[in-house]
């Protein structure tokens, strides 16, 4: 039952966006959301659709919820659900016209990533989803992670921001740059992870704590149903919380040979 609800919510998302983008109104700003990124009407808007979908099938009001426009919205005591919500995903991708936009939402029953019990994400421009729940899995090809093993040979995408981030993780970052041959990015976490559970790309790797839980979250569960191995932070990832402002940083590979390379590569503790 949440599963579907993820999925529909994510669905009526869709919907509003293209509704919105019909009429020119998408990348209408409006401010900055309560994480301080600027909030176009898309944003706000998308991100009301999933929280109010998902809330009629809840049932409860014991709910908090961590979404990228409102921000967290904690349940006086203790909630039934934790909801993470990133409507739109790539949204300097959507003002500048480039097609690569998501949208993306977990549910968990507690406050930790070991919690979490259906996710979704969804390509908003071609329409592709990827779904995990504690009884479905649902993508959209059949192909499944890759068996690439080795690290120049893999198709990666990588967070380039930890050149900005002092000697230590620059170096560790063009190490991973001389090594690989084949490095992308496409501004959108979210689809970037996921792309590793369809055999598309074979790592995402972003080695500083740049990404918010919303950033990756939903993209982790669909990857742990298929047992792709993830490193953030040298942290059991079981234990990650869900109702945080903090950022994380995210390896997750296609199978565990690749990932003990990269690691190896990095000089980063295994996890």
């Known amino acids: 039952m949440i599963g579907e609800a993820v999925a529909s919510a994510l ?75 990133d409507p739109i995903d790539g949204s300097t991708n959507l003002r500048r016209g480039i097609k690569c936009v998501s949208a993306g939402v977990a549910v968990a029953g507690g406050e930790r990533y070991s919690d979490v019990i ?3 994400v969804l390509d908003l421009i071609h329409g592709e989803l990827y779904l995990a729940s504690e009884d479905e899995l ?37 190490r991973l740059i001389a090594e690989a041959k084949y490095v992308r990015n ?5 689809l970037e992870l996921v792309q590793i559970s369809v055999g598309r790309i074979d790592a995402y790797v972003c080695i500083t704590k ?7 979250v939903p993209a982790m ?31 997750a590979s296609a199978n565990r040979e690749l990932h003990t390379a990269l690691l190896d590569l990095l000089e980063l503790p295994r996890a």
Do not use: H, Q
Not at 229 to 243: I, K, N, Q, R
């Open 118 to 120: 259906a996710s979704g």
């Open 221 to 251: 569960f669909v990857l742990s149903r298929l047992g792709c191995p993830m490193w953030s932070s040298g942290l059991d990832v079981a234990s990650l919380p869900l109702v945080t402002r903090d950022r994380v940083a995210l390896i």
């Open 186 to 190: 496409l501004g959108s976490s979210l």
């Open 11 to 85: 669905w009526r998302a869709r919907s509003v966006y293209e509704d919105l983008s019909s009429r020119g109104e998408a990348t209408r700003r409006l401010g900055r959301g309560s994480f301080g990124d600027v909030t176009m009407m898309a944003d706000m808007m998308c991100e009301e659709a999933i929280i109010s979908e998902l809330m009629k099938v809840l049932g409860t009001e014991r709910v908090t919820i961590v979404a990228e426009e409102s921000g967290i919205k904690e349940w006086r005591g203790t909630p039934d659900y934790v909801i993470v919500v």
């Open 138 to 174: 649902r993508l959209p090809s059949a192909s499944r992670p890759s068996d690439v093993r080795e690290v120049r040979e893999a198709v990666m995408m990588v967070d380039y921001r930890a050149a900005k981030r002092g000697p230590e993780s620059a170096n560790r970052y063009l």
């Open 210 to 216: 740049e990404m918010r839980v919303f950033d990756v």
